[in-house]
DNA sequence: TTGAAAGCGCTAACAG
DNA sequence: CTGTTAGCGCTTTCAA
C-alpha cells in the first residue's frame, strides 16, 4: 500500500480512503491517480490487517452435521446467498453428529472472530456452543433448539409436522404405524418424536412402534430391517429424515417388500428425486432454503443490533402425499 | 493477552510460546501457570493477529457452482474432510455458472488472504481464475480444467467415460442415442461430449443428436421435451450430469414414457437414490469424494511447496449398469 | 481534503 | 528458558 501511495504521491492514508466505500473524502482527483497506480502495480488489498483492526472478520460461520443430507445442502445455499448479497463470506464446517469436531470447529470461529455462527448442533447441551456463546460472537441456532441459552433460533414445527404425517396414516386405517427416530439428543429429532406419540395417543394406534435409529442411511435400513423382522409386522412406517428415510426404503428392498402394496412409507424431509422414485415418496417437506436464508438474516442482523430482542423463527412444514403411502394392506391370503 | 501474562506473573512473549504447539520451549511451570490464568480469565485467542502477521489464513477456499447438486456435495465432504484432518479451515463459496459471481468470490478469497483455493471453474478462461492465480495464492482446478494455465488439476477422463457409456448403448444395439449435453466452455461437459461423438462416429451412430441444454433440471428436461418431440424418436438418451439427467426423467414422465422401455437412459454422475428410481438408473459415477480430497490435497501440498512440480490428476469413472437401459425398444405394433 | 502517527494483538528475532 | 522489542499493513483519529 505504501508502494501505490509512493507510485501515486500521495499518503497511504488518502490510499486506504480512496479503496474504501467508494473513495469518500477524496478528491476525484487524487482518488484517481490512486487508482491508477492501483492498476499500475497490479496491488492486491488485504483483508487481514483490517480484520484484526476491526477485531473481526467479514465472515459468518455454518455449521452443519451431514453436508450429503439435501436438507443441509439447501440450507447451506440459502445461508451462502444471504451472506453473499450482504458483502459476508461463509464458511463452512461439517461435524458428523460429532460433538468434539463440532467444539474444535466453533473455537477456531472463534479464534478466526467469525462476524457470527449458525449451527446446527449436535446436542441440545453442547458444550462447544455454550463456550462459543460466552465469547460474546452471535449465534443463531438452526434446525436444532440449544438449551437454556437466549439465542435467536430458526426451527419448523416439527412436532405438529411429524403429527399430521402419522394422522394421515391413521386416516388411511393404519393401526401399526411404526417409526424410525433417530438419536433423541437434538430437539429437531425428540420433537418429531413427540408428535408421532401424540398422534398415536390421539388415534389408539399400537404402542412400543418408536424404534431409534441415527440419522443415516445405514442406521435407516438397520432399524427398518430389524423392525420388519418383528413378528407382527407394521403397516405403515415414517421415517424421522432424509437420508434415514432412504434406508428405509433400501431395506424394503432388501425384504422385497414394496410401497405402499406391503408397507406404506412417509419420510420426514423432502428428497430431489423424491417424485420419481419407486413409488414416489410422500415426505413431510421443509422449507429448507427459507430456514437457511433467515437463519443468516437473524444472524446478521444480531450482528448490526446486538441488542435486539431473541428472536424465535418457526416455520411450518407441509404434507406432500405421493404414491408411497396408501390404505392398509389387506393381509396375504 | 497482555491480561493473562500479568495474571500468570510472567510476559506476554511466554503466554504466546505457552499457547503455542504444545507449549515447545517454555517450562512446565509457566506453561500452567500461563494455562491457569487462561481458564481463569476466560481467554479466547485470537487469530487476526496471527493471521496478519503471517499474511496468511489457514483457510482453503472452495469455489464450486452448485452446492444442490450431489457431484459437488460429495466434493465439499472430501476436501472439507483433508482440511479439517490438516487444521485448516474451509470457505465455501456457490457461483451458480456466474462468471462475475466468481470473480467476486475469489477476489474475496485473494483479499483474505487464503492459503490456496481449490476451484470448479465457470469457463476454462476465467478472468477471475486468472487473476486470481496472478496474486501467487496456490490454485487447484477441480473437474473443470484452466486454459493456458500451468495449475494443478484433479479430473476425472471424461472422454473415456462418456465413450464408454455411448459404446455400451451401441452394444445394446442402439443406433440412435442423443445426448443431453451442456455449454460448452467448462472442459468436463466439452471432453463428454467430444467422447460421445468418438463413440458415434465408431460405432456408425446417427449423427446430429448432440443437443445442448444448462447443467440443471430444468435445461435437461426442456432440451429432453424438445428433443422427443422430433419426427425420429432416438431410442436412447446420455445425459451431460446429475441434475440434467434428473429434468430427463422429469421430462419422460411428462410424456409418458418409459424407460427402458420407450428410451434407454444413462447419465453421468450417480444420484444418491439412483438405485431407488423408477427404474434404477444406469449411470457414470465419478468417485467424487476422492475428487475432492485429492483436491485439497494437492493444493496443501503446494502451500507448503510452492515450486514443487504441477501434478494432473486423473481419475478413471466408472459404468454403472441399471435397469434403465435396456435393448432397442421394437417399433409400436 | 489531506497527512502524520498511533495503534489493533499477536509472533519472532534477539538479548540476556 | 524468558523477556524486550520491533513490526505485520491496514484504519482512523487528530491536526493542519
Known amino acids: 500500500m505504501s508502494d501505490v501511495a509512493r507510485a501515486a504521491g500521495v499518503s497511504i492514508a488518502t490510499v486506504s480512503?480512496?479503496?474504501?466505500?467508494?473513495?469518500?473524502?477524496?478528491?476525484?482527483?487524487?482518488r484517481e491517480r490512486v487508482l491508477a497506480a492501483v492498476a499500475e502495480l497490479d496491488y492486491h488489498p488485504n483483508h487481514l490487517p483490517r480484520n484484526m483492526r476491526a477485531r473481526s472478520s467479514r465472515t459468518i460461520g455454518l455449521v452443519i452435521s451431514d453436508i450429503e443430507n439435501p436438507y443441509f445442502t439447501a440450507v447451506v445455499r440459502?445461508?451462502?446467498?444471504?451472506?453473499?448479497?450482504?458483502?459476508?463470506?461463509?464458511?463452512?464446517?461439517?461435524?458428523?453428529e460429532d460433538a468434539e469436531r463440532e467444539a474444535l470447529c466453533l473455537q477456531t470461529m472463534a479464534a478466526e472472530r467469525a462476524a457470527g455462527v449458525v449451527v446446527a448442533s449436535t446436542g441440545q447441551h453442547s458444550a462447544g456452543v455454550r463456550r462459543l456463546i460466552s465469547t460474546g460472537i452471535p449465534v443463531v441456532a438452526l434446525d436444532r433448539r440449544?438449551?437454556?441459552?437466549?439465542?435467536?433460533?430458526?426451527?419448523?414445527?416439527?412436532?405438529?409436522?411429524a403429527y399430521e404425517a402419522v394422522r394421515h396414516l391413521a386416516s388411511l386405517g393404519h393401526r401399526r404405524v411404526a417409526m424410525v427416530g433417530g438419536p433423541g439428543k437434538v430437539s429437531a429429532i425428540s420433537e418429531r418424536e413427540a408428535g408421532y406419540e401424540r398422534a398415536v395417543r390421539d388415534h389408539g394406534l399400537e404402542r412400543g412402534l418408536l424404534w431409534h435409529g441415527d440419522l443415516r442411511e445405514a442406521g435407516g435400513r438397520r432399524t427398518t430391517l430389524e423392525l420388519l423382522r418383528e413378528?407382527?409386522?407394521?403397516?405403515?412406517?415414517?421415517?424421522?429424515?432424509?437420508?434415514?428415510?432412504?434406508?428405509?426404503l433400501h431395506a424394503l428392498r432388501d425384504l422385497g417388500l414394496r410401497a405402499p402394496d406391503d408397507v406404506s412409507v412417509i419420510g420426514f424431509d423432502d428428497i430431489p428425486t423424491g417424485d420419481?422414485?419407486?413409488?414416489?415418496?410422500?415426505v413431510v417437506r421443509q422449507p429448507t432454503y427459507q430456514l437457511g436464508a433467515r437463519a443468516a438474516e437473524l444472524l446478521l442482523r444480531r450482528v448490526q443490533e446486538p441488542d435486539a430482542p431473541v428472536q424465535e423463527v418457526v416455520l411450518a412444514a407441509s404434507l406432500v402425499l405421493r404414491p408411497s403411502t396408501g390404505p392398509v394392506p389387506r393381509p396375504n391370503d
Chains 1, 2 share one sequence.
Do not use: C, K
Not at 146 to 161: H, K, R
Open 78 to 96: 440459502g445461508a451462502e446467498d444471504v451472506a453473499h448479497r450482504r458483502g459476508y463470506t461463509m464458511v463452512l464446517a461439517n461435524t458428523d
Open 231 to 248: 413378528p407382527e409386522r407394521p403397516t405403515a412406517i415414517f421415517s424421522v429424515n432424509s437420508m434415514s428415510t432412504i434406508g428405509v
Open 17 to 30: 480512503r480512496a479503496l474504501a466505500n467508494a473513495g469518500a473524502g477524496v478528491s476525484p482527483e487524487l
Open 146 to 161: 440449544i438449551a437454556g441459552a437466549n439465542v435467536d433460533t430458526v426451527v419448523v414445527d416439527n412436532e405438529t409436522a
Open 276 to 282: 420419481l422414485l419407486d413409488p414416489p415418496l410422500s
